[in-house]
């Protein structure tokens, strides 16, 4: 990013993570987020309005990176109730955190499907709302409005829990600039990457064709897509696709495929279209300085044999004092753990994802022919993903 005349100026596609809060911050409203030909918005500024405050600047998380830290403490954990755990992606923590802040009359801010299904964030006071945040959902989030609005309910002197990947959490904190204490309680989670919307939404309109048969399958008919979907098993999880086939009938499976052979779920774990910044993300290893991060604990059969449940186990990392206190007060069975092991079983905690050579050709490809580039590219790639690669990334919200 460039400081000349103190605006945010994007000559570097890896040096934007699209978290909005400049766009927030910006008192004439002179930036805009503007999609890229790869589906990722950037910011854009008209420069007839800026001001040249340099506000937008102050509250980027690239250019003002935290340092890195590691947790107080490491838990595996798991909710009490069975239901709960299965409509979650691991244990059902964060369903269990946000309960307790809506029950205390506070706000959750979280991911969800929009009516296109999308993904943007949003907030809901009520418990029944979160579940548009249960679920993981592996394509970036448009955060919209979400920092102006969770500011707005903290001046009020509302509870505020905000949910997202580390980058968000780490604009969300710059945005703030100044430290609500136990008011806001931030939650991020593991993040291998976030994948294009635009790849998303194409892969998605060429499966309503398939699975139309007769025409496509109208974007209304469905009513859940899960990319968890446990049936097999929480670590054999695989995408699936519920709705009405027909209006005014019941609900049913459209589409269900494991992961190692959805087309889309294959081109997210090679980082074929993840977005440039996640290769270099200004926010692993603790630098977002959220209360609690949350994952998956993969490996738990290995190292809490006795804590392994099928259902899902998450791995909650507290860091900091706030964290531990709202995880204290939550009703979920929790083992004690140490953070060495669950990097080890869950590196994208500190790793970035490689950008393969494959993906230029597949955002190329893709720009000319559409989706239908994608199996090929993904046959020719000579670096097979792994069982245990694929089982141990995670991405947007996983909650």
């Known amino acids: 990013s460039s400081n000349i005349g103190h605006m945010i100026d994007i ?6 993570v699209g978290c909005n809060a400049c766009t927030q911050r910006c008192p004439t409203s002179c930036i805009s987020m503007q999609e890229d030909d790869e589906g990722f918005l950037y910011p854009f500024v008209d420069q007839s309005m800026c001001i040249h405050c340099g506000l937008c600047e102050k509250v980027c998380p690239v250019i003002h990176q935290a340092l890195p830290g590691e947790p107080i403490n490491t838990f595996a954990a798991k909710n009490m109730n069975d239901s709960i755990r299965r409509k979650s992606s691991s244990g059902g923590v964060f369903h269990a955190l946000a309960c307790n802040v809506i029950n205390e009359g506070g706000v959750v801010f979280g991911a969800r ?4 299904w999308g993904v943007e964030h949003s907030y809901t006071e009520t418990i029944s709302g979160l579940a548009f945040f249960q679920g993981s959902k592996y394509v970036q989030s448009n955060i919209g409005t979400a920092y102006t609005d969770a500011e707005r309910f903290l001046k009020a002197g509302r509870k505020v829990l905000f949910s997202g990947t580390p980058c968000q959490l780490a604009g969300l904190r710059l945005f703030l600039r100044k430290d609500y204490g136990n008011l806001l309680l931030s939650v991020d989670v593991a993040c291998h990457g976030v994948p294009s919307p635009a790849v998303w939404q194409a892969y998605l309109a060429g499966l309503l064709d398939k699975i139309g048969k007769h025409g496509s399958l109208a974007m209304e008919s469905i009513t859940k897509i899960d990319f968890r979907d446990i049936r097999h098993g929480w670590n054999d999880y695989g995408f699936s696709i519920s709705g009405k086939s027909k209006p005014g009938q019941a609900d049913n499976v459209l589409f269900y495929e494991r992961r190692v052979n959805n087309l889309f779920m294959r081109g997210f774990l090679a980082d074929l279209y993840l977005r440039p910044s996640c290769h270099e ?36 990392l507290a860091n900091s004092a706030n964290g531990l206190e709202a995880l204290s007060q939550c009703s979920l069975t929790m083992e004690k753990s140490s953070y060495n092991q669950a ?44 069982y245990s690669k694929a089982t141990s990334l995670s991405s947007a919200p996983r909650i």
């Open 11 to 16: 000559t570097n596609k890896q040096d934007c």
């Open 113 to 116: 499907f929009d009516s296109k």
């Open 281 to 316: 993300c200004p926010a692993k290893c603790g630098k977002s300085k959220s209360d609690i991060t949350l994952a998956d604990y993969w490996g738990i059969d290995r190292i809490h044999p006795s804590f392994y449940d099928k259902s899902g186990v998450s791995l909650v």
């Open 343 to 386: 990097v080890t079983a869950n590196p994208a905690l500190v790793r970035n994802a490689k950008r393969p050579e494959q993906a230029d050709i597949f955002m190329r490809s893709f720009q000319e022919k559409g989706i239908q580039c994608l199996p090929a590219i993904l046959s020719r790639m000579s670096r097979k993903i792994s």
